[in-house]
């Protein structure tokens, strides 16, 4: 699940806090406070984000920023041409520092976990399925989980996924009452997904225009144009399975395209998956997953999940949250209920996802927008939660 994500240095020296007000902005930019207190925050955004205290774009935003008795030409020329140069440099260094979860919805996110990175997301499950049509009340439980690594460069996943499923069913059809149980690997899957589109390397950023908030903050078309990745796979069983359909089998191709926006504190995922496609019976899927962030560690999220396929259709919701412990190990709970009863079905869930994090400490999420969107994202609470106490970082 997507968060706000914590950004910057650990521990930043407060050398800026002291030095820098809206009315040296206001001098340098000749401009009113309101817009001086916007150009603020931006520069104070933009130094956070350079990881490198060393590097000439750091030393100018310091220089900037921490002006006294600047003058009103050679200064504002001087601190125009400082903001485009910091802004260039630092257009495609950022790094995802927190876990980047599927859990605990259906969807996958179209960005990967990142290289070197491995990643195990897994939670039990319990339910309730009713079929009045073959007289049956089945009570289950099972476990989902997923096992993902990021392979050679950033756009590049590989994934296991798959759940195993206990079912207890009781039979009451025509008068006549029988009970059973079936229990194996419900399904199995392995495949890669890979980061096709973009949005912030293809797509040439809009010039920052220094003289109106106003106009910095417009609905802007190319926002709505999300990042595309393509996935490819194949669902495995072995053995005499339950749960495969008569005559399926026990190998398949399967394909899907990912879709994901981000618009501050909300993430649209959209997934469309054509899956068993060498069967006779195929399924398509279509997946809607909104989530929103309420705090840089808190998130919840709504899905809408309609499968079409000759044996099995269905429209399935789900809804839940997550919570975040630290940059690696995230909690979940969630559940679900659908809306025919053939079979009606409800089921409730929890989970937990973590991260073996084999990046350098210094290594950037390099040409894509994710690690940027969820800088911005952290740094609208951040900056509410720092604000006076002296804290030029991340979150603590």
């Known amino acids: 699940m997507k968060y706000l994500s914590k950004s910057g240095p650990k521990k930043r020296s407060n050398i800026l806090r002291p030095k820098y007000t809206n009315s040296t902005m206001s001098t340098v930019f000749n401009t009113p406070d309101n817009d001086a207190s916007n150009i603020l925050k931006v520069f104070t955004k933009i130094k956070r984000s350079l990881h490198n205290p060393g590097s000439f774009a750091y030393k100018i935003i310091i220089n900037l920023i921490s002006l006294r008795e600047p003058t009103r030409s050679s200064m504002r020329k001087s601190a125009i041409f400082s903001l485009f140069l910091i802004i260039a440099t630092n257009l495609h260094a950022q790094y995802t520092e927190t876990i980047n979860s599927n859990r605990p919805g259906q969807s996958q996110g179209a960005y990967a976990v990142g290289t070197n990175v491995v990643q195990f997301e897994a939670g039990p499950y319990l339910g309730n399925e009713e079929h009045s049509g073959l007289g049956t009340d089945t009570d289950l439980w099972g476990v989902d989980y997923q096992l993902r690594y990021g392979l050679l460069f950033e756009r590049l996943e590989l994934n296991l996924t798959g759940s195993f499923e206990s079912q207890n069913i009781f039979r009451n059809f025509l008068g006549v009452t029988s009970e059973g149980s079936i229990r194996n690997f419900k399904s199995n899957s392995i495949g890669a997904k890979y980061l096709v589109f973009d949005p912030a390397v293809s797509i040439e950023p809009d010039k920052p225009n220094l003289y109106s908030w106003k106009a910095n903050q417009r609905f802007k078309w190319k926002n709505l144009i999300p990042a595309v990745s393509i996935y490819a796979g194949a669902n495995f069983s072995f053995g005499d399975n339950p749960y495969l359909f008569e005559g399926e089998g026990s190998f398949s191709p399967k394909a899907a395209i990912i879709t994901q926006n981000n618009w501050g504190r909300w993430v649209l995922v959209l997934n469309l998956v054509a899956d068993k496609l060498t069967e006779d019976y195929r399924s398509y899927t279509g997946i809607v997953t909104v989530t929103h962030t309420l705090t840089p560690s808190l998130a919840v999220f709504g899905e809408y999940q309609a499968i ?89």
């Open 308 to 396: 079409k396929g000759d044996i099995y259709a269905d429209d399935i919701l789900r809804a839940g949250g997550a919570f975040l412990f630290g940059n690696d190990l995230q909690v979940d709970v969630s559940g679900l209920v659908n809306f025919k009863d053939t079979p009606s079905k409800w089921q409730v869930a929890a989970g937990v996802s973590y991260r073996l994090d084999l990046h350098k400490v210094d290594e950037f999420l390099e040409e894509s927008s994710e690690g940027n969107k969820r800088r911005q994202r952290s740094e609208q609470l951040n900056e509410e939660q720092n604000d006076g106490n002296g804290d030029g970082g991340g979150i603590e």
